[in-house]
């Protein structure tokens, strides 16, 4: 970092995002802060309403079997039906009846020795305002003072034949559930917080690239051109913002520099003509070096990819809010009009998007490079925003299908669009920068915007949270037509997009090639999207969790990803270990989803997310590089890229096809035991492709030999 | 852009931002302590239509449809007696045909047109938050555990609007201060940012002034801003090789 970009624009462009998210942070934790115990505390009057509810229904029940006669000691059965009085209605602590000086008959949920002393010590109170809650203190079973806890004691009489006083039934509320409710809501409001810092990281930053980085970074890159001796003029100066006066100071000095040398040019001019020839080629020289009256070099006079930047998360933060919730949504709608069973039913759109998703890309590249950027990221907006909706509104099983298949398409053209834009504003040189910039965008959509969508489903329901992904699509079109307004199409790369594929025959040939795409690859996109995307929801839903729930769950995974990726990369790099990465990849992966099978429950679901995290963050560089090296070594004349363009298209045909897989598998045996299979599938095949690529070396060895 | 420009530029879309993500926060405190509180007075009710329930279908497993429960009738007067939250009770046959009814208002009125496909399906009560009440539909299984009835119980939302009332009121002050507040310091603070950067551009601007060619005193230069030194003296120096030249040139 120079100390002129310092100066002009690095300190300040920090200190906005301080100051902003600082800004965010504190205003929203006040908010919360001050909010949740007064929230906290309307939540008691019901749960008390509750109790009181309770208590009566179970009165009414006593005073019947008393009326028949039977006495109140000898009632049978009481422990069962408070059991089961307990395990129907959340919140309630203990149940228990006993005679009117207190003393216990029957009690459930606590120890009753402890509820004995409790009852005794404030039986006074509890009989003076019965209907009434009282507070009672209860000690612990073990008789340490400082582990005893206070609940809300309803207490009702028992009532003989409607008028004798036979015994009270007390109903006991745990105060501190209605803190456990509330700090269900104090999850959320973490999420959402993270979430929206992050997400006015993104507008900030696309806000400062436009108004004042971008402008201040490109006469940054003038002065330094100009401290290397490079007069060059910049295709196209800013007349106006907030670099305008700087950049008109710089004009001068180069038109001052452009009229010494002119003048030189009219002094050689009027030599004589046996001096001319000499005279312009010192000119040349000069001019040459200086790079006078030339114009600046292509790589600066590219747009900053960071302005793209908020593009790719706009429609990848709109594709990806349904995520916690799609599965179980579609099972839903495809229960009322599809003829197929639930399991089928709800992968099928999921399989028609992430497969259209996949066979348009490369079309959609083509259509990107030759009608240009902007037509295609707003084309792709506008058929998102309808596949959206479509998906919102859909009643039908079969009109779900068709927009899933046009939201699929709408996501291939802005994400080709999105992608196009940086290949063109970037050179061999900053390329791994650009992309790194679009990826990690796509990143920070993957962390916050299930969470977000997870929040919001819970609230405003599956079919709102699908309208507002469509209305962000359509957000993006202004936006779209402001930041794209000025690339060109990248004609040139219309033929590039052509040949990309052209040498798929002979890839489809390379064994290395094929061994990684089909035993590596695949399985870990079929393991993507059938489990992360599929399943989880749908097996989470299954064990009672909110959507909010299942959002956090899947914020795991963006969160692992998003750290553990650079730092695998790195590893990669330095040690050169890729194939080892992309096998213990695959283990990892696989092996975490297998404990599933012996305990069913949420947390292995998590341990199945987080080694699905920690899997795809090793080895999905580490496949690339393997990809790139194997058609280099190999297939000498082949195009790397278009190696990486059939790569691609083949791990995403298997993302499609992972939501039908696991659908196939849940309906045989299961949801649950379908995570199970996947990641058995998942650790045989990577097994397998260590063996093939074992046996390949060996056999490329003897070859040598 | 004039500083004032420029902060206006950056200070509305951040205010918008903080003043979203603010009201936001507020929605979902709101929204998530609704969803709580329904899932508390739902489960309270649930309770209480489950006892009505176990009551009619003493009848039903009996193996008598619903309308010759004797007792259905005395049954729900009593329960909406019992409980002044109750708006109305219906008990329902398997066509969905009201057959005993308690109470006033709507009945069913505000219950999906498929709350029968639903309940049947489901074998579980339907539990609806209309705009003017709550409404739990539960099945009434027979002897051979099958669909032979619905009972059908209104309670009244007033204490529930009422609660939700109190907490708009509770926040409202809260969230507009935050608002209010992030809008001040928001755009004192984006003004004083800009300010700053705005005074660092412009010494750097003076510096590129005071060493622009028309003044080649290296005296004055010699006071730029270090920053753009290194560019000046290239320039100077760029100048004085072409001027050099230029002298070569005529000299020769």
């Known amino acids: 970092m120079t100390l002129i970009r310092k100066q002009l624009y690095v300190v300040a462009a920090r200190s906005f995002f301080v100051f902003m998210l600082l800004l965010m942070l504190v205003s929203q934790a006040g908010v919360s802060i001050s909010s949740w115990p007064g929230i906290k505390g309307k939540l008691v009057p019901e749960l008390d309403r509750k109790a009181l509810s309770i208590s009566v229904s179970l009165s009414t029940k006593i005073a019947r079997a008393l009326d028949y006669g039977v006495p109140l000691e000898e009632l049978y059965g009481v422990e069962i039906f408070f059991d089961e009085v307990l395990g129907q209605t959340e919140g309630i602590s203990y149940l228990a009846l006993s005679k009117l000086d207190g003393n216990i008959l029957v009690s459930r949920g606590i120890d009753s020795r402890g509820l004995q002393q409790g009852l005794s010590a404030s039986l006074s109170e509890i009989t003076s305002t019965l209907g009434v809650p009282a507070i009672i203190t209860v000690a612990s079973e073990t008789g340490n003072p400082s582990a005893s806890r206070s609940y809300r004691n309803t207490a009702v009489k028992v009532l003989q034949q409607e008028e004798i006083d036979k015994a009270l039934i007390h109903v006991g509320f745990d105060p501190d559930y209605s803190e456990r409710k509330v700090s269900d809501l104090k999850y959320d409001v973490v999420i959402v917080l993270f979430a929206s810092l992050l997400i006015g990281f993104e507008i900030l930053l696309a806000l400062l690239t436009g108004n004042f980085i971008g402008p201040l970074k490109a006469a940054a890159n003038r002065i330094e051109r100009m401290a290397r001796g490079d007069f060059s003029n910049p295709a196209k100066s800013s007349s106006g913002g907030i670099a305008a006066r700087l950049n008109a100071r710089l004009d001068r000095i180069t038109e001052r520099i452009n009229e010494t040398y002119s003048s030189m040019i009219d002094i050689a001019r009027g030599l004589p003509q046996s001096r001319v020839q000499s005279a312009v080629a010192a000119l040349e020289s000069i001019g040459e070096r200086l790079r006078i009256r030339q114009e600046a070099d292509a790589s600066d006079n590219a747009k900053d990819v960071v302005r793209v930047r908020i593009l790719t998360f706009i429609f990848m933060f709109a594709s990806m809010l349904s995520r916690p919730f799609l599965p179980v949504y579609l099972g839903e709608i495809a229960d009322q009009s599809s003829t197929l069973s639930p399991e089928l039913s709800s992968s099928i759109p999921i399989t028609a998007y992430l497969a259209s998703m996949a066979l348009c890309m490369p079309y959609a590249a083509r259509w990107s490079d030759t009608y240009g950027r902007r037509n295609s990221y707003m084309l792709g907006a506008l058929l998102m925003a309808g596949g959206l909706l479509g998906t919102a509104l859909a009643g039908n099983f079969w009109v779900l299908v068709v927009s899933r298949v046009i939201e699929g398409v709408g996501y291939a053209l802005m994400f080709m669009s999105c992608q196009g834009y940086v290949v063109d504003n970037t050179n061999a040189e900053n390329r791994s920068r650009g992309i790194a910039t679009f990826v990690s965008a796509i990143m920070v959509s993957e962390v916050c915007a299930p969470a977000v969508g997870g929040v919001l489903a819970d609230s405003m329901g599956f079919s709102g949270v699908l309208a507002v992904a469509a209305l962000l699509s359509v957000f993006a079109l202004p936006l779209a037509w402001k930041i794209l307004a000025v690339n060109g199409n990248a004609s040139n790369r219309k033929e590039n997009s052509k040949d990309a594929y052209a040498g798929g025959t002979s890839l489809l040939r390379n064994s290395r090639f094929m061994a990684i795409s089909i035993f590596a690859a695949i399985p870990a996109k079929i393991l993507l999207s059938g489990f992360l995307i599929f399943l989880t929801p749908v097996v989470l839903a299954n064990f009672g969790s909110s959507n909010s729930e299942i959002g956090r769950f899947a914020i795991v995974y963006g969160v692992i990803a998003l750290l553990a990726m650079p730092l695998f990369s790195m590893i990669g790099d330095r040690y050169q270990c890729h194939f080892p990465l992309v096998i213990a990849g695959g283990l990892i992966s696989g092996i975490c989803l297998l404990p599933i099978a012996l305990e069913p429950s949420s947390r292995m679901v998590l341990l199945g997310i987080v080694g699905l995290g920690l899997g795809q963050a090793m080895s999905i560089s580490s496949q690339l590089t393997l990809i790139s090296r194997s058609v280099e070594t190999i297939n000498g004349h082949e195009n790397a890229s278009s190696a990486l363009g059939l790569f691609r298209l083949i791990e995403r045909i298997g993302g499609a096809l992972g939501p039908v897989i696991a659908g196939i598998i849940a309906l045989r045996m299961g949801p649950v035991s379908a995570i199970s299979i996947l990641g058995f599938v998942m650790v045989s095949s990577t097994i397998f492709c260590l063996l093939i690529t074992i046996w390949l070396r060996k056999r490329d060895e003897r070859i040598a030999r | ?252």
């Open chain 2, 1 to 252: 852009m004039k500083p004032i420009g420029l902060s206006l530029h950056i200070t509305l879309p951040v205010i918008a931002i903080a003043t979203f993500a603010i009201a936001f926060n507020g929605y979902l405190n709101y929204a998530k302590f609704q969803k709580h509180l329904i899932q508390v007075e739902m489960s309270r009710m649930k309770f209480s239509v489950d006892d009505i329930r176990a009551n009619l279908e003493n009848g039903l497993r009996l193996g008598l449809p619903v309308k010759a429960i004797a007792n259905a009738q005395e049954v729900i007067t009593f329960a909406s007696r019992k409980d002044s939250s109750i708006l109305s009770i219906d008990v329902l046959d398997h066509t969905g045909t009201p057959i005993f009814k308690a109470g006033q208002g709507a009945g069913l009125g505000s219950a999906p047109k498929n709350w029968r496909a639903s309940v049947i399906k489901k074998q579980k009560t339907l539990e609806i938050l209309a705009p003017d009440s709550f409404l739990l539909v539960a099945p009434l299984l027979g002897i051979t555990e099958d669909f032979s009835g619905a009972l059908a119980v209104r309670y009244s939302r007033d204490l529930h609007d009422e609660t939700m009332r109190e907490v708009f009121k509770a926040l409202v002050p809260v969230i507009s201060a935050a608002i209010i507040l992030s809008i001040l310091i928001g755009a004192f603070g984006v003004h004083l940012l800009v300010s700053k950067a705005v005074r660092k551009i412009g010494v750097i601007e003076h510096s590129l002034e005071l060493g622009s060619m028309e003044n080649s005193d290296t005296s004055v230069t010699g006071k730029a801003d270090g920053t753009v030194q290194p560019a000046l003296a290239a320039a100077r120096l760029a100048i004085q090789e072409i001027r050099e030249t230029e002298k070569a040139l005529v000299q020769q």
